[in-house]
């Protein structure tokens, strides 16, 4: 499996907490401006991390149920639903 879908939300995601404890830390000294582009950035980096972090968990499931196999196989014997039955069986 590719982990590297794993390891790009991390690249982002570094630089973002950084960006917000920045954004703190601007806060704390009285700089609401920069403060407010930290924050507003960070916070932008974060969900573009989360983002590609479900993205990639998506695919990474999708290509693990593409291994399993069909278990069964329903015909339909006539339009009704009480007509369908497992084919194989009579």
């Known amino acids: 499996?590719?982990?590297?879908?794993?390891?790009?939300?991390?690249?982002a995601g570094l630089p973002a907490l950084g960006l917000l404890a920045g954004g703190?830390?601007?806060?704390?000294?009285?700089?609401?401006?920069?403060?407010?582009?930290e924050i507003f950035t960070g916070g932008a980096l974060l969900a573009l991390a989360a983002v590609i972090l479900l993205?990639?968990?998506?695919?990474?499931?999708?290509?693990?149920?593409?291994?399993?196999?069909?278990?069964?196989t329903v015909a339909q014997a006539d339009a009704t639903l009480s007509g369908a039955m497992l084919a194989g069986s009579k």
């Not at 703190?24 to 582009?37: E, K, T, V």
């Open 24 to 37: 703190i830390g601007a806060i704390a000294h009285n700089r609401p401006y920069r403060a407010l582009g």
């Open 1 to 11: 499996m590719p982990y590297w879908w794993w390891i790009l939300p991390a690249l």
């Open 55 to 72: 993205f990639g968990l998506d695919t990474q499931t999708y290509s693990r149920l593409t291994y399993q196999q069909p278990v069964v």
